[in-house]
């Protein structure tokens, strides 16, 4: 069956540092991976997705980066943090997407607050 | 006027009624539906999808499409204090991608 891991689950992090936040899966190939933001009170907002190595679409102008080395690792990056950037990070697969499109299924998330 | 939009409640039931959720979205191109559960402080996990018109029973839970009225429901009988939660709303549009409505906070109270 198929796992997500998202690490690491909660991260204080001053102003102006930066940040990393890695999420791998298994038990498939080729996953399109997606990282989204919720901030606190907030509906899902769609940060990034990839559907392939080095595939990387941005939905949302901002200071964050991500990057995808491996086929089924997906990085979320800043190298420098602002408080906007609080917030509840999660990392998510799904399969090709055929008509109809496909479920996403979540990591467990990273709950980020920068101070 | 937003892609998906849900009344964010709360909504409050007692336990062992009917709990309806609704949603309505505005992309008219939109094939298929999706029904997400997010308990506080965790990820969303997914409960229900729906691609034709009509009611799609799973359990205790039944999804209800109308894409003339771009409509599409969740109705949660038997309602059980742990059914508390939030849920959200995922049509897919019509580049493929998932939007997420706001989420209806539901409260079952015993």
């Known amino acids: 069956s198929q796992t997500i891991h998202q690490w690491p689950a909660t991260l204080v992090q001053p102003v102006g540092s930066p940040l990393s936040l890695e999420c791998t899966v298994e038990?498939?190939?080729?996953?399109?991976l997606y990282w989204y933001r919720q901030a606190a009170g907030r509906g899902l907002q769609l940060l990034f997705y990839s559907v392939g190595i080095g595939q990387i679409s941005s939905e949302v102008p901002q200071n964050l980066s991500a990057s995808r080395p491996q086929d089924r690792q997906f990085i979320l990056s800043s190298k420098k943090l602002l408080l906007s950037d609080s917030g509840f990070y999660l990392c998510a697969w799904s399969r090709l997407a055929g008509i109809g499109g496909t479920p996403l299924h979540f990591g467990n998330g990273t709950r980020l607050t920068v101070t | 006027q937003k892609e998906v939009e849900q009344n964010s409640g709360p909504l409050s039931v007692p336990e062992g009624a009917i709990a309806s959720l609704n949603c309505t979205y505005s992309?008219?191109?939109?094939?298929?539906f999706f029904w997400y559960r997010q308990y506080s402080g965790k990820s969303p996990e997914l409960i229900m999808f729906?691609?034709?018109?009509g009611d799609k029973e799973d359990g205790r839970f039944t999804a209800q499409l109308n894409k003339a009225s771009q409509y599409v429901s969740l109705l949660i009988r038997d309602s059980q204090p742990s059914d508390s939660a939030t849920y959200l709303c995922a049509p897919v549009n019509q580049g493929g991608k998932l939007i997420f409505g706001q989420g209806t906070e539901l409260s079952v109270k015993p």
């Open positions: 992309d008219r191109g939109s094939q298929s």
């Open positions: 729906i691609y034709s018109n």
């Open positions: 038990g498939t190939s080729n996953p399109n």
